[in-house]
């Protein structure tokens, strides 16, 4: 019987996240029962979206409960199945949570998936060919909807999201412009990323002086907008928007901690006939197949190259999580647990 170490939420946050939000525990496996299948996790993925999970308010998805392992998307190996679909050996994906083993009913449709690793690294179906991937793909693809010329703008842009979103639209011929937190992440983001420019919003003291950059970087203003992060970076892309653009709201993580994100100009929604248009992934699941293929030959053929922060040892997952919520990872953060 493997012995397994797990994270549970313990107390809710008050303001910032902090590791005493956590409990680390270790019990064994349980034996296994019809229809089930055991995966060793290979690697857990740190999202920004647990962070709100952790509160108890009314959100698109219900709170983390008190007490229970900490939910989260984890890929890892098969060492075990009572599933006719499953054999001890096969790479998975599923939301295993914030543990080294986890029990699967793989009878549940969409619990796990098979991946192969052939081409595409078994941790990047956590980062670039998984949820994150799929993210940038609906808000670029289904509500950006770019034409080749035209310019679009993303924050956090070495992100897990944001390096997927600026790789698809590059793949469409846009002129694409990345935000981001320091100078590293942009040089990054424009050399290796192959975006056509990067601004380091964290020079910019107010929102104009950031627009003033945004008008340098986009001479002919901007299409579409990918929005992961709210505030000030939100507030600089308004007012370089062109007629009819869209912006797509995937993250508003200034705000996680829950801090008031007034808009300053909203009337330039008016004015400039905009899009404006708020999305969660897991509500088009009919989108992933065809997302996923094309995030797979991006990754696969190497035109993506996707980077990622690793912490080692699901007791570093706290601080890793924190951290990311702090702009400390430099792309998808993960958890190495093998
Ligand atoms: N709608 C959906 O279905 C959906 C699905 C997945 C993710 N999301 C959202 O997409 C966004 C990106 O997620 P991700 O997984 O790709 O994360 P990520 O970009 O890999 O990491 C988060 C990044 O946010 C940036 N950031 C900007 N302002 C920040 C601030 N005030 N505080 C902390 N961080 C700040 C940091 O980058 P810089 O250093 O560059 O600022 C940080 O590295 C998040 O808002 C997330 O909630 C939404």
């Known amino acids: 019987m493997a012995q397994n170490t797990r994270i549970l939420l313990d107390n809710r946050p008050v303001g910032e996240a902090t590791p005493g939000n956590f409990r680390l525990e270790t019990v064994a496996t349980p034996t296994l029962q019809d229809g089930q299948v055991l995966i060793r996790h290979h690697y857990l993925s740190l999202d920004p ?10 959100s698109y998805a219900p709170p983390q409960p008190l007490g229970e392992v900490m939910i989260g998307g984890t890929v890892g190996e098969v060492v075990d199945s009572r599933h006719p679909r499953f054999a001890a050996g096969d790479s998975v994906v599923g939301m295993g949570g914030w543990q080294q083993y986890s029990v699967v009913d793989a009878t549940q449709p969409g619990a796990l998936r098979k991946v192969d690793t052939t081409h595409v690294p078994l941790s990047h179906y956590l980062g670039a060919v998984g949820m994150p991937g799929v993210t940038g793909w609906y808000g670029l693809v289904k509500i950006i909807d770019p034409k080749p010329g035209q310019t679009v703008t993303v924050s956090a842009a070495s992100g897990a999201v ?18 981001a937190g320091g100078p590293d992440k942009c040089v990054y983001v424009k050399n290796e990323l192959g975006f056509d420019d990067c601004i380091d919003y964290r020079v910019h003291q107010d929102y104009l002086s950031l627009a003033k950059a945004l008008k340098q970087a986009c001479p002919n203003g901007i299409d579409g907008h990918f929005e992961n992060v709210g505030g ?6 308004m007012l370089r928007t062109n007629a009819f653009s869209r912006i797509a709201v995937c993250g508003m993580i200034a705000g996680y901690d829950g801090q008031p994100l007034p808009m300053a100009n909203p009337a330039l929604i008016l004015v400039n006939r905009m899009r404006v248009e708020g ?7 009919e989108i992933w197949p065809a997302a996923l293929t094309e995030l797979g030959q991006l990754v696969g053929s190497g035109t993506f190259r996707p980077r990622e922060s690793v912490a080692e040892g699901i007791e570093s997952a706290p601080d890793a999580f924190i951290g990311l919520l702090k702009g400390r990872n430099f792309g998808k953060q993960l958890v190495k647990l093998v």
């Open 49 to 58: 979206y647990m962070r709100g999970r952790m509160n108890d308010a009314k």
């Open 162 to 179: 944001g390096s997927a979103v600026g790789a698809l639209a590059k793949a469409r011929g846009c002129r694409v412009v990345g935000i």
């Open 232 to 237: 000030m970076v939100l507030d600089a892309v």
């Open 279 to 285: 999305f969660i992934v897991s509500e088009h699941m």
